[in-house]
Structure formats: structure tokens, C-alpha cells
């Protein structure tokens, strides 16, 4: 079986660096602050065991462009998964993702029919809300 190992914003460095060293996988879920921004460099993805993925589903700067491209180029990494950009649209032109090893997807990560079944009905009840001149669930779906 897949042995699951995390770290969060009450972690430490030293947990950060021992998840990266011993993960296949690193898949990134963290909001981006001044504390995530650039959270991934090259130090950290030098730390990562060769051949290992790094996925990120979070906020394109939370890893640093440039040491990800350098990482793969080296062949450090075996491949990377992008579900969010740097900037948006991304440019398939870019180096970073014309690598064979890259797959990238257009900030789509979320679109499941969950989700817009959840965002239909908190829809509804807004429009509810509001004709009853009452507040509204949520300002965003």
C-alpha cells in the first residue's frame, strides 16, 4: 500500500524537508501567503528523491518556476503535474511546459460535478436569500 505523509501550516522545517525526501509523490495543497510564496526552490527540490513527481494544485508561485524547469532538465525529478500557473493562461510555448515530462491542465482541478452541484444550490438559496431580503449564504459560490 501507498504510505501517506503530510505537513501543514503549524509544521516545521525540518518535517517539510523529511516529507520531501522520502515522498514518490509530493502533491501540493496550501493556500498561497507570504509564508507558501516560493516554498519550493531549488534547495527544496533538490531534497526530493530522484525520479520523484511533484504535482501542484494550489497556486502556480508557491513553487519557484525557474529551479522546476532546471529540476527536470537535470532529469531530477521524473515528472510534474500543473493544475495552476504562474501566470493564467499559461503559454505552451514555455519551456517548462513543452518537456516531455510535464503535464499541465487548465486550472480545471475542481471542475467536478460535485463541485458545481454544490455551487447550483448555493446559487438557488442566494437567489432565495435575496428576494426574502434576507443575507446571503455565501458572497461566492
Same mark, same amino acid.
Given at each position: 500500500?501507498?504510505?501517506? !505523509?503530510? @505537513? ?6 525540518? =518535517?517539510? *524537508? ?6 514518490? !509523490? ?7 501567503? @507570504? &509564508? @507558501? %510564496? /516560493? ?12 525520479? #520523484?513527481?511533484?504535482?501542484? @494544485?494550489?497556486r502556480g508561485q508557491i513553487v519557484d518556476k525557474a529551479a522546476l524547469l532546471a529540476a527536470l532538465?537535470? /532529469?531530477?525529478?521524473?515528472? !510534474?503535474?500543473? =493544475?495552476?500557473?504562474? !501566470? $493564467?493562461?499559461?503559454?505552451?510555448? $514555455?519551456?517548462?511546459?513543452? %518537456?516531455?515530462?510535464?503535464? #499541465?491542465?487548465? %486550472? ?5 460535478? $460535485?463541485?458545481? *452541484?454544490?455551487? &447550483? ?5 442566494? +437567489?432565495?436569500? +435575496?428576494? *426574502?431580503?434576507? =443575507?446571503?449564504? %455565501?458572497?461566492?459560490?
Open positions: 500500500g501507498m504510505q501517506i !505523509v503530510t @505537513t501543514n501550516s503549524q509544521s516545521n522545517r525540518q =518535517d517539510l *524537508e523529511q516529507l520531501l525526501r522520502q515522498s514518490d !509523490v509530493v502533491s501540493i495543497h496550501c493556500q498561497l501567503n @507570504t &509564508a @507558501t %510564496h /516560493g516554498l519550493l526552490g531549488q534547495q527544496e527540490l533538490q531534497l526530493m528523491k530522484p525520479g #520523484a513527481v511533484l504535482i501542484n @494544485t494550489a532538465q537535470k /532529469g531530477r525529478l521524473g515528472g !510534474v503535474g500543473l =493544475d495552476v500557473h504562474w !501566470v $493564467e493562461p499559461a503559454d505552451p510555448t $514555455e519551456p517548462l511546459y513543452r %518537456h516531455p515530462n510535464v503535464l #499541465a491542465s487548465p %486550472h480545471m482541478g475542481s471542475g467536478t460535478t $460535485e463541485v458545481y *452541484e454544490r455551487f &447550483a444550490k448555493i446559487l438557488y438559496e442566494n +437567489i432565495v436569500r +435575496i428576494r *426574502e431580503g434576507r =443575507d446571503l449564504l %455565501h458572497r461566492l459560490c
